[in-house]
């Protein structure tokens, strides 16, 4: 590849630029510190770069290495961080539909663009936390419900946790329900491996008429894992704000799948018994059927959930109550952390039209986001995505393929001289080489089809010959000197056919296997 080798002013141009690829590769990788930069940060490193302030002027010695590649590590922290932050934001909002149905479209159609549907409550909650220190991290929550009647309850919480070696952890919050200022402390602790026990306790300041007066509440849970099953036994005491009284919930998960809870209470529903068992339909579509069963009540309900893909997810439920009697779905949508639900109640009594509307517009609305929506617009991405990947393969093939035809012509002498010494010794000499997608085994006088993605790399192998042996190794011969990859989502093998001592060899070989020539087994009889 030296210039002074080549007289006319094309190759003298070409061997000069390959020339100096190759003393810069040289002085690269014959420096231990700028081999060091350029092993971590690529071509970045040892450019005069100020790409997000990460990579500046090229470094020389060790001491600039470090303090280089600590910069990095700590701004690769702070990114960590900022995503540890998890911002999380849910809207909830409730409608009474039972106008929708013919048989009440006259007792509640009211005025509005929507005349069936009425407003029943309007939830949205926002939070985030930021991570102080790899044990310490602070949580905020803010949260808002109107309700029809014009009423509205705000909450406010800020939680600082702490987490000790072991697991187990304590966290202390402070806010306000309503009016109504909390406190609470919680206490993590881990019993065993399997083992984890909470406990909660909760101080609040009411008002009953005109009077303050404070109540405590706290709750105890014990959650254990044994194999596939998951074990919990919860006990929370009664509260008075909140509108739950006293209660013992157990619970039993199977694989993290199936559910099966027993509830004990006071008042209304002394016992309530619930069943739920998750399962898969397709890889994006999963259904989950549950029944809840309690001394007066009994419910219905299942959910089908739709991934559009990692980040968004569309979800439809309906649940049926007996008591009181009620019929209902709900609609849900997911973006990353953001969440939006759409609960409809339908019917106050369990008929075939409440079940109909129940499933049919739902299942219709979701039907007509994936397909007339989400699809399309998945559609039109990954021909985006595909165009755009096969254009920038076949620049890439295309550059590569310049690279071999400027080395083939470079190599023009070595190729002669190399032919000439083998066949004044009777040694190798390659008849034909190709490298690609090789579809053929072999055919007469031929080593390849017209129709296979192959490249003529005859030059580039005969130059690999040294002393009538030819060895290849056996990493990807793409990037061997005069070779190039014309297929690159293909499957690729190597395919050389030489002459030694008068008598025609072949050998196929795949991309990564090592190839060692003359041998007896590669004799074409």
């Not at 209902?328 to 990353?336: F, P, R």
């Amino acid at each position: 590849f030296h210039p002074d080798k080549h007289h006319n002013g094309p190759d003298k141009e070409q061997a000069r630029q390959m020339f100096e690829n190759i003393k810069q590769a040289y002085d690269i990788l014959s420096n231990p510190e700028r081999r060091s930069i350029y092993d971590i940060y690529g071509w970045r490193g040892l450019r005069s770069e100020k790409s997000d302030g990460l990579i500046g002027a090229p470094c020389s010695t060790a001491l600039e290495v470090e303090e280089l590649r600590g910069r990095f590590n700590r701004q690769l922290c702070e990114g960590r961080n900022r995503l540890q932050c998890r911002p999380k934001c849910s809207a909830t909002l409730s409608l009474d539909g039972k106008g929708f149905l013919p048989q009440y479209r006259a007792k509640h159609r009211g005025p509005g663009m929507l005349p069936y549907f009425k407003v029943k409550n309007l939830k949205g909650k926002q939070s985030f936390q930021m991570k102080l220190s790899p044990r310490d991290n602070c949580l905020c929550e803010v949260s808002l419900e109107s309700y029809r009647d014009r009423t509205t309850v705000g909450t406010a919480m800020f939680a600082y946790n702490h987490s000790f070696r072991g697991g187990s952890s304590v966290r202390g919050i402070i806010g306000v329900v309503g009016d109504a200022p909390v406190l609470e402390a919680e206490y993590k602790m881990i019993l065993a491996p399997s083992t984890i026990f909470v406990a909660v306790s909760r101080l609040r300041r009411l008002f009953i008429g005109s009077v303050a007066m404070f109540e405590h509440s706290w709750s105890a849970q014990l959650h254990r894992q044994i194999g596939p099953c998951a074990a919990s036994l919860q006990f929370n005491s009664e509260d008075i704000l909140m509108n739950s009284p006293e209660n013992l919930t157990a619970a039993v998960s199977y694989n993290g799948a199936a559910t099966a809870s027993l509830e004990l209470q006071q008042y209304d529903d002394p016992v309530v018994l619930s069943l739920a068992y998750p399962f898969e339909i397709t890889s994006s579509l999963n259904l989950e059927p549950r029944v809840s069963v309690s001394s007066n009540n009994i419910a219905l309900s299942y959910c089908l959930e739709y991934d559009v893909d990692e980040n968004t997810g569309l979800k439809f439920g309906v649940f049926t109550r007996c008591w009181p009697m009620s019929v209902g779905c709900i609609l849900a949508v997911k973006y990353q952390q953001q969440k939006f639900s759409l609960p409809v109640e339908l019917s106050d009594e369990i008929s075939p039209a409440a079940l109909f509307y129940a499933h049919a517009v739902p299942l219709g609305a979701l039907a007509f986001v994936k397909y007339c929506v989400v699809k399309p617009i998945m559609y039109l991405v990954t021909q985006e995505e595909r165009a755009e990947r096969k254009r920038r393969q076949k620049t890439e093939t295309a550059m590569q393929r310049n690279e071999a035809d400027m080395f083939v012509r470079l190599m023009g002498a070595t190729y002669d001289n190399s032919v000439s010494a083998e066949q004044n010794r009777s040694g190798l000499i390659v008849l034909e080489a190709w490298y690609g997608v090789l579809v053929s085994h072999r055919l007469p006088g031929s080593s390849v089809r017209e129709d296979e993605q192959v490249a003529d790399v005859k030059v580039a192998v005969q130059c690999l010959v040294k002393d009538s042996k030819l060895i290849i190794g056996g990493d990807s011969k793409s990037s061997l000197p005069g070779f190039y990859d014309p297929s690159p989502s293909g499957r690729r093998s190597l395919r050389v056919r030489y002459e030694f001592r008068g008598r025609v060899h072949e050998v196929t070989v795949a991309d990564a296997e090592p190839l060692q020539a003359p041998r007896q087994s590669h004799l074409v009889h």
